[in-house]
């Protein structure tokens, strides 16, 4: 899944398309639009100039000069391409934004499961509402009083979007295994300077997967090794182990998470 790190990539990919007018929106397969029709995202969308996007946890915002904004939540398997628009499209292309026609914007999405809403002002605010602060903006202070009063396990405080946004399976796993505490350690019982070895672990991880545009398969990485026929850590050498946790696969080292 699109994790902050991918995010922040496709805000990129934004950047790099361009501040252009649309001048044709293709809708390929609506089953990725959120509460618009075809028929309004073009009315409404058509001749407008994207401004400038911005990303507040896994979602992304584009808006739109004089006009709404276009919202990406990304799901499973959504990504965004700045192409040519030349370039053959892909199998699972579902939203094409030709802009000035000198650039292709292509919103890519295999299961589609999230997608692209059309909105204004007051319902971005809702949005984010509902979100915590993003986690690119945490202090060391935020964070253990926001953890603090969490009642279930450390990561599922730090996958929940209330309360932290922008944290994903993979995310959590890699910054618990660097901080060295076990998954399920409940959230509440943590020290203020259990909370500071989180938020180092978790600084240090997002910057190198912001860099990497995702969170990074290196085999010095827990993430490089979870996916192993027999996964051992990259730090002792022990086996790791794997269970359910917030019903997702979560991966530790129960030697160095004890």
């Given at each position: 899944?699109?994790?902050?790190?991918?995010?922040?990539?496709?805000?990129?990919?934004?950047?790099?398309?361009?501040?252009?007018?649309?001048?044709?929106?293709?809708?390929?397969?609506?089953?990725?639009?959120?509460?618009?029709?075809?028929?309004?995202l073009r009315k409404?969308?058509?001749?407008?100039?994207?401004?400038?996007?911005?990303?507040?946890?896994?979602?992304?915002?584009?808006?739109?000069?004089?006009?709404?904004?276009?919202?990406?939540?990304?799901?499973?398997?959504?990504?965004?391409?700045?192409?040519?628009?030349?370039?053959?499209?892909?199998?699972?292309?579902?939203?094409?934004?030709?802009?000035?026609?000198?650039?292709?914007?292509?919103?890519?999405?295999?299961?589609?499961?999230?997608?692209?809403?059309?909105?204004?002002?007051?319902?971005?605010?809702?949005?984010?509402?509902?979100?915590?602060?993003?986690?690119?903006?945490?202090?060391?202070?935020?964070?253990?009083?926001?953890?603090?009063?969490?009642?279930?396990?450390?990561?599922?405080?730090?996958?929940?979007?209330?309360?932290?946004?922008?944290?994903g399976n993979l995310?959590?796993?890699?910054?618990?295994?660097?901080?060295?505490?076990?998954?399920?350690?409940?959230?509440?019982?943590?020290?203020?300077?259990?909370?500071?070895?989180?938020?180092?672990?978790?600084?240090?991880?997002?910057?190198?997967?912001?860099?990497?545009?995702?969170?990074?398969?290196?085999?010095?990485?827990?993430?490089?090794?979870?996916?192993?026929?027999?996964?051992?850590?990259?730090?002792?050498?022990?086996?790791?182990?794997?269970?359910?946790?917030?019903?997702?696969?979560?991966?530790?080292?129960?030697?160095?998470?004890?």
């Amino acid at each position: 899944m699109p994790e902050l790190p991918d995010v922040e990539g496709f805000r990129r990919v934004l950047i790099a398309c361009g501040r252009r007018c649309v001048t044709d929106i293709e809708v390929r397969d609506a089953g990725v639009l959120r509460g618009v029709t075809e028929k309004r995202l073009r009315k409404d969308g058509e001749g407008r100039r994207l401004g400038t996007a911005w990303r507040h946890g896994k979602w992304l915002f584009a808006p739109m000069d004089g006009g709404p904004t276009l919202v990406f939540h990304f799901g499973m398997t959504g990504s965004l391409w700045c192409c040519s628009p030349d370039e053959p499209l892909a199998a699972h292309d579902r939203l094409v934004l030709t802009l000035d026609d000198v650039r292709s914007l292509r919103y890519r999405d295999q299961r589609k499961l999230q997608g692209v809403q059309l909105l204004g002002d007051a319902a971005v605010g809702r949005i984010l509402d509902g979100l915590g602060p993003d986690a690119l903006a945490v202090d060391r202070a935020e964070l253990a009083e926001l953890l603090s009063g969490r009642r279930g396990a450390v990561k599922s405080a730090l996958m929940d979007q209330s309360v932290i946004a922008g944290l994903g399976n993979l995310l959590c796993d890699e910054i618990l295994w660097r901080a060295r505490f076990a998954p399920r350690t409940p959230a509440r019982d943590l020290s203020e300077t259990a909370c500071r070895g989180i938020h180092a672990a978790m600084g240090r991880v997002l910057r190198s997967s912001v860099r990497a545009g995702c969170v990074p398969p290196r085999r010095s990485w827990l993430t490089g090794r979870r996916d192993d026929s027999e996964p051992r850590c990259p730090r002792c050498r022990g086996a790791l182990c794997s269970g359910r946790l917030a019903g997702r696969r979560t991966v530790w080292c129960p030697h160095c998470q004890p």
